[in-house]
C-alpha cells in the first residue's frame, strides 16, 4: 500500500510541475507577442480607444 501511495503521490507532483511549466512558457509568449505589438505600432501617439465610440469621431 505504501508503494501505491508514494507512486500516486510522485505522479500527481509531476502532472503538477508539468501544469506550472506549461503556464509559464504560454506567458512568456503572450509576454513577446506584446512587445512586438507595442514595437510595431502604427498609431501609438493618439490615445483613442477603439471601445469608446465618443473617441472615434
Known sequence: ????TS?????VMAL???TYVLENT???FNFMNDISKALACDD??????????????
Open 7 to 11: 507512486i500516486l503521490a510522485v505522479t
Open 44 to 57: 501609438c501617439a493618439t490615445n483613442k480607444d477603439p471601445r469608446n465610440p465618443k473617441q472615434l469621431s
Open 16 to 18: 503538477g510541475m508539468a
Open 1 to 4: 500500500m505504501k508503494k501505491v
Open 26 to 28: 504560454a506567458n512568456e
